[in-house]
C-alpha cells in the first residue's frame, strides 16, 4: 500500500539553527500539505500545494518559514531561525486533488533547544 | 473560522464495551468529514471519509454518522479491544482545508 514518506523523523536543534523537513507523496496526489501538531492539539495547516503552485499559506510564518515543491513531486519545509515555540510535530499529508481524502505521512519530532 | 470540539478530551471503557466519540462544528456548510487515528508520538491514520452527501460510513467494527444540519458527528467502535486505545481526531473538510478538533483520547483496559 502506497504510503507518504517523511524524513528524518526527529530532528533535535538549538535555538536560532536551521532545519529542513522532506515529504514524499503519494504517487500521483497532486495536493500536498503541511501541518504542525502541537502536543495535545490537533493538527493545524501550514501550507497546502496544488502540483507546484501555493493553494494556501495563510498560515505560515513567513518570516521563518518557506517550502516548496519544485517540481510538483516532494517537498521541502524549512525553519530558519528555529525559536523553541517551533518545537512540535511537522506531519505531511497529499490527496489526489483538493478536497478528497487525505493521507498523512509519520510525521517529523522537532526538539528546539 | 471553523470551530471543532471533541468531548469528551479523555475516556477509558472496559475491553467488550461500545465506544462512541463525539465531534461538533460551527460551520455547516462542509465537504466532507474526516476520523483519524494517532497512536503517540505517531502520523495519522485515516479511518472514515464522509461526504456531505452521506449520512454515515462503516468500516469493519467502526460506524461513523454525519448530521450537517446539527452540526455532529458520532464515531461508533463496537466492542472495543485494548487495541483500540488511542487518540480519534476529528477533521471538517471545507475551503480546501481540513479543521481539526484536539481529538478524544481512548485508553481501553483489558
Known amino acids: 500500500e502506497a504510503e507518504v514518506a517523511q524524513s528524518p523523523r526527529y530532528k533535535i536543534t538549538e535555538k536560532s539553527q536551521a532545519v529542513a523537513f522532506w515529504c514524499d507523496p503519494i504517487?500521483?496526489?497532486?495536493?500536498l500539505y503541511w501541518y504542525r501538531q502541537i502536543l495535545g492539539q490537533g493538527p493545524e495547516l501550514l501550507v497546502q500545494?496544488?502540483?507546484?503552485?501555493?493553494?494556501?499559506d495563510s498560515q505560515l510564518p513567513k518570516d521563518r518559514f518557506s517550502a516548496e515543491r519544485l517540481k510538483g513531486v516532494d517537498s521541502t519545509l524549512k525553519i530558519q531561525p528555529a525559536e523553541l515555540g517551533d518545537s512540535a510535530m511537522y506531519l505531511c499529508?497529499?490527496?489526489?486533488?483538493?478536497?478528497?481524502?487525505?493521507?498523512f505521512g509519520p510525521g517529523t519530532r522537532l526538539t528546539v533547544t | 473560522k471553523q470551530e471543532v470540539t471533541q468531548i469528551p478530551a479523555a475516556l477509558s471503557v472496559p475491553e467488550g464495551e461500545n465506544l462512541v466519540l463525539n465531534c461538533s462544528f460551527t460551520?455547516?456548510?462542509?465537504?466532507?468529514l474526516q476520523w483519524f487515528r494517532q497512536d503517540p508520538g505517531k502520523g495519522l491514520t485515516s479511518l472514515l471519509l464522509?461526504?456531505?452527501?452521506?449520512r454515515e460510513q462503516t468500516s469493519g467494527r467502526l460506524n461513523a454518522s454525519l448530521d450537517k444540519s446539527s452540526g455532529r458527528s458520532t464515531l461508533y467502535i463496537a466492542a472495543s479491544q485494548p487495541g483500540d486505545s488511542a487518540t480519534y481526531l476529528c477533521?471538517?473538510?471545507?475551503?480546501?482545508?481540513?479543521?481539526f478538533g484536539k481529538g478524544n483520547q481512548v485508553v481501553v483496559i483489558p
Open positions: 499529508a497529499s490527496s489526489r486533488i483538493q478536497g478528497y481524502e487525505q493521507y
Open positions: 504517487s500521483g496526489h497532486a495536493t
Open positions: 500545494f496544488q502540483d507546484e503552485s501555493v493553494v494556501d
Open positions: 460551520d455547516s456548510a462542509i465537504y466532507n
Open positions: 464522509i461526504q456531505s452527501s452521506q
Open positions: 477533521a471538517v473538510g471545507g475551503n480546501n482545508r481540513l479543521a
